[in-house]
């Protein structure tokens, strides 16, 4: 098994630019999450989904967005790129209700 | 809002040496879990214990957790230069019942061969 794959690895982007961060997993995990990591600030949650056609919003949803159309698949959306947006970005995936957390190796962002 | 906040924020010991990291949480819980995050890679979980448990131990990794106190520790034995690495804490809230996991800030690790 691959567990949770993240792409791309790296990006930079101009500021008003869009991109899709991409994350599969293979663990038929029904809950799957993006979290972005920042210095001195934890994990935040952005967005999070329970299964396929259901998502709701985290702690610091603005300016992103997300769709769950396979239980493998959680792709993260930025719409308009913004140099606050520079970040780690993490996604995590888990069985429903059990807790533990399997993660991706992250994206890293920067918006010039 | 970050719920769980740990302490220290960085800690240097000896190889040989134990660690303690703590985390404290705000809001009552379903469980807490650590996690350990080396530079520049993905977070890998470490334990969970629940909230109607008070010690949980996995090889040489020892979790307690007190809810009276909202409060957990992390006791790493016998430390290693391998075990140099960040570590969460991560709180399960009762009210969202494993999908809003919240994670503190971290706590630094550095052992020293």
């Known amino acids: 098994n691959a567990g949770v794959t993240q792409t791309p690895k790296f990006q930079v982007l101009k500021t008003g630019q869009s991109m899709t961060l991409q994350c599969a997993q293979d663990?038929?995990?029904?809950?799957m999450s993006w979290y972005r990591q920042d210095p001195g600030m934890g994990l935040r949650l952005i967005h999070y989904?329970?299964?396929?056609?259901?998502?709701d919003q985290g702690e610091v949803p603005n300016g992103y967005n997300v769709s769950r159309s396979t239980t493998e698949d959680f792709p993260l959306r930025l719409l308009s790129a913004a140099p606050s947006q520079t970040s780690v970005y993490f996604c995590?995936?888990?069985?429903?209700?059990?807790?533990?957390?399997?993660f991706g190796e992250g994206s890293r962002l920067t918006v010039l | 809002s970050q719920q769980g906040e740990e302490d220290p924020q960085a800690l240097s010991i000896q190889e040989g040496e134990n660690a303690t990291m703590n985390c404290s949480y705000k809001?009552?819980?379903?469980?807490l879990q650590w996690y350990r995050q080396n530079s520049g890679r993905g977070l890998v979980h470490l334990i969970l214990i629940r909230s109607n448990e008070r010690e949980k131990h996995s090889g040489r990794l020892r979790v307690t957790l007190d809810t009276s106190k909202k409060s957990s520790s992390l006791l790493i034995t016998a430390s290693r230069a391998a075990d140099t690495a960040s570590y969460f804490c991560a709180t399960d809230p009762q009210e969202t019942s494993g999908s809003r996991l919240t994670f503190g800030e971290g706590t630094q690790l550095t052992v020293n061969p």
């Open positions: 809001t009552s819980i379903n469980n």
């Open positions: 663990m038929n995990h029904e809950y």
């Open positions: 989904s329970v299964g396929a056609g259901i998502t």
């Open positions: 995590a995936s888990s069985y429903l209700y059990t807790g533990e957390l399997f």
